[in-house]
């Protein structure tokens, strides 16, 4: 299960930082990753973390504002989201990647749970 929690409300220029309890799957070894959903939009890989080596990568939207950490002792995804923008609004969601393939996000998620909302108002 996958659940992430920390949404909510916020001017432009700021920040937030989202969590995502994990259980039931060998969190240590498992690509972890965060996409979001716009109204109208398509789905969007925002950040994922490999489970090998660590390397992290970024959606070009979100780079340099955005930080995806894990802690493997808490089984608890981060992301660390400043410099907020209105576009950045939407419904974020935790994913299990079962592969992270040529450095995109968009792709390769095999569990998520349910989002939360994040709101930037301009």
């Known amino acids: 299960q996958l659940q992430a929690s920390g949404g909510g409300l916020v001017q432009a220029g700021g920040s937030l930082r989202l969590s995502c309890a994990a259980s039931g799957f060998s969190f240590d070894y498992s690509g972890l990753g965060w996409f979001r959903q716009a109204p109208g939009k398509e789905r969007e890989g925002v950040s994922c973390?490999?489970?090998?080596?660590?390397?992290?990568y970024y959606a070009d939207s979100v780079k340099g504002r955005f930080t995806i950490s894990r802690d493997n002792a808490k089984n608890t995804l981060y992301l660390q989201m400043n410099s907020l923008k209105p576009e950045d609004t939407a419904v974020y969601y935790c994913a299990r990647y079962y592969a992270i393939v040529a450095g995109t996000c968009d792709y390769g998620m095999d569990s998520w749970g349910k989002g939360t909302l994040v709101t930037v108002s301009s």
């Open positions: 973390i490999s489970s090998v080596d660590g390397s992290t």
